[in-house]
């Protein structure tokens, strides 16, 4: 670690109260340019610490950063793993309200609901298809505290991996009735498409995620429990938002789910 314990709190402190006053900030590495990978998951678990003081749940967790078009809309080249606050979860149909939000952008994605713990190290597609309950299709509100999405990979971390708001919905499936690489999706924004893709863009199958997540956790002596909710991280690239847009979500026989903002 490169950082102090007071540093990390208040760093914490400060990305935890620009996510709640919906206020941007500069990326945090601009004044902590030695901040190491340990600070920033440090920060990440103390925010995490934070909304638990204040009675939030946490019920699963996310990968982001997990296809090529991700990683070359944001100019980062690996994976990082968030955390999923009960408050993040909105209803299905529902409207988003931007004006809670800095400059949001929405993700397709394929959510997992574990039905059994898994813990890493050596975890693979088969493990985690073997301990997964259902897969469901999922639509991530991104929103990264930091100005105009510009960030570093530690900075991002730090910040939770932009995670803000999801929705799930449209027809759980079975793991093993579907071929998670080659469903289709595709991300209608009033009524245009607006994104297309297929599984395998999330590391070559999405289970590949929630496999990198396990192993990750594993190094750090923790799990996936039983029940968690996983997004395995957005299939194509990130689109804007803005009030007044309704933007729709379809995935190959898992039927579709639909986000507005207001
Ligand atoms: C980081 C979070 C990325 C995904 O699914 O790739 C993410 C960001 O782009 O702000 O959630
Ligand atoms: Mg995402």
Redesign the pocket.
């Known amino acids: 670690m490169a950082l102090e314990k007071h540093t990390i709190e208040q760093l914490a402190e400060h990305l935890d109260n620009c996510e709640l006053q919906a206020r941007d900030t500069p990326k945090i590495t601009d004044d902590y340019p030695d901040m190491d990978w340990d600070d920033a998951y440090a920060i990440q678990d103390t925010i995490r610490a934070r909304k638990l003081a204040r009675g939030a749940r946490i019920i699963g967790y ?6 090529h078009a ?1 990683m070359k ?2 100019g980062v080249e690996s ?2 793993f ?1 955390f999923l606050a009960d408050y993040f979860s909105v209803p299905e149909g529902s409207a988003v309200q931007v004006s809670e939000l800095i400059h949001p ?1 929405v ?1 397709p ?1 394929i959510a997992f609901v574990m039905k059994r713990a898994l813990k890493g190290p050596g975890c693979n597609i088969a493990d985690v298809l073997a301990a997964t309950d259902f897969v469901l299709p999922g639509i ?1 509100v ?1 929103d ?1 505290r930091y100005r105009d ?1 510009k ?1 570093d990979l530690k900075s ?1 971390v730090a910040d939770n ?3 803000s708001r999801f929705v799930v919905g449209g027809q759980a499936q079975r793991p093993e009735s579907v071929d998670l690489r080659t469903v289709g999706i595709v991300l209608e924004k009033n009524g245009q498409p607006a994104a297309l893709g297929a599984g395998a863009a999330v590391l070559g199958h999405p289970a590949s995620a929630i496999a990198m997540l396990a192993n990750h956790l594993g190094k750090r002596g923790e799990e996936i429990p039983a029940g968690a909710l996983i ?4 299939i194509t690239e ?1 689109v804007a938002v803005a009030p007044g847009d309704n933007v729709c979500l379809r995935v190959q026989g898992m039927g579709s789910i639909t986000l507005r903002f207001a």
């Open positions: 996310k990968a982001g950063l997990t296809s991700k809309q944001m994976p990082v968030g952008k993700e994605e991530e991104i990264s999405f960030f991002v991996t932009s995670a997004l395995s991280g957005g990130a």
